[in-house]
């Protein structure tokens, strides 16, 4: 198994260096793949600050990712929780946070939009400090 850094995941995604592109797909079709969620974290920033890619289009490709069926994602089911939170306009950081943290009661946080965004009636409280 193969573990990926950013700059992999974003070539593979954005397509913007040919050679490193061609590198990265070779090794998504014939290797078993982890992606940290670290990773997939930072991958988010990138795309959508640096290449000002829409949440929509971020959310869809971690979505074809994840379907893959050599690909293993850290904490899947805290990433597809964050993913869903995403799509209905939360912060992918502030979703992948707290669904990271689903065995705590409280996640406490200076933040008053995660708390504003946070979905109601889950497990873990936000709590501002």
Known sequence: MHAVDTNVLVRLLTGDDAGQTKRAAALFKKEAIYIPKTVLLETEWVLRRLYRLERE?????????????????????????????????????????????????????????????????????????
């Not at 939009?113 to 409280?125: D, N, V, Y």
């Open 57 to 129: 289009v971020v959310v869809s490709a971690f979505r074809k990712l994840s379907g893959l069926g050599n690909v293993e994602i850290e904490q899947p089911l805290a990433v597809t929780q964050a993913l869903q939170w995403c799509e209905s306009g939360m912060d992918f950081a502030d979703a992948l946070h707290l669904a990271s943290s689903h065995n705590c009661r409280i996640f406490a946080t200076f933040d008053e939009q995660l708390k504003k965004s946070a979905p109601k009636g889950i497990k873990t409280e936000v709590r501002l400090l």
